[in-house]
Nanobody, 127 residues
Framework: LRFSCRRVGGLVQIGGSLRLSCVAS????????IGWFRQAPRKEREQVSC?????????YAADFVEGRFTISSNKAENTVYLQMNSLKPEDTAVYYC???????????????????WGKGTLVTVSS
């Protein structure tokens, strides 16, 4: 099983864009809801978004996404992408990919009991 999170792009300025990818190999990709949490310094971990590739259902958590983030998946590559646009300083956080067997609703209802967690990747939005 390989479950890894990658970031395309480095340090980003306010208003910039960044794409995260989560590669999940060795598991039945269609059986899982896969998405991201994030944790900013001195804050609790919070949900961002998830998707189930078998039906394209998506979930976006909280108002902070505000249409700026888009999640998608590529079944052929067993990869989930999070495109983040119009980035703000408050988006600075460590982003963690997480997978849960089941539905988007189950993932959204589950803060800590994911089946798989990827190593975090730091996103820094600077002025």
């Amino acid at each position: 099983l390989r479950f890894s999170c990658r970031r395309v792009g480095g340090l980003v300025q306010i208003g910039g864009s960044l794409r995260l990818s989560c590669v999940a190999s060795g598991l039945r990709f269609d059986d899982y809801a896969i998405g991201w949490f994030r944790q900013a310094p001195r804050k609790e971990r919070e949900q961002v978004s998830c998707i189930t590739s078998r039906d394209g259902r998506t979930y976006y958590a909280a108002d902070f996404v505000e249409g700026r983030f888009t999640i998608s998946s590529n079944k052929a590559e067993n990869t989930v992408y999070l495109q983040m646009n119009s980035l703000k300083p408050e988006d600075t956080a460590v982003y963690y990919c997480a997978a849960l067997s089941g539905t988007v609703a189950a993932w959204a209802a589950n803060l800590y009991g994911m089946d798989y967690w990827g190593k975090g990747t730091l996103v820094t939005v600077s002025s």
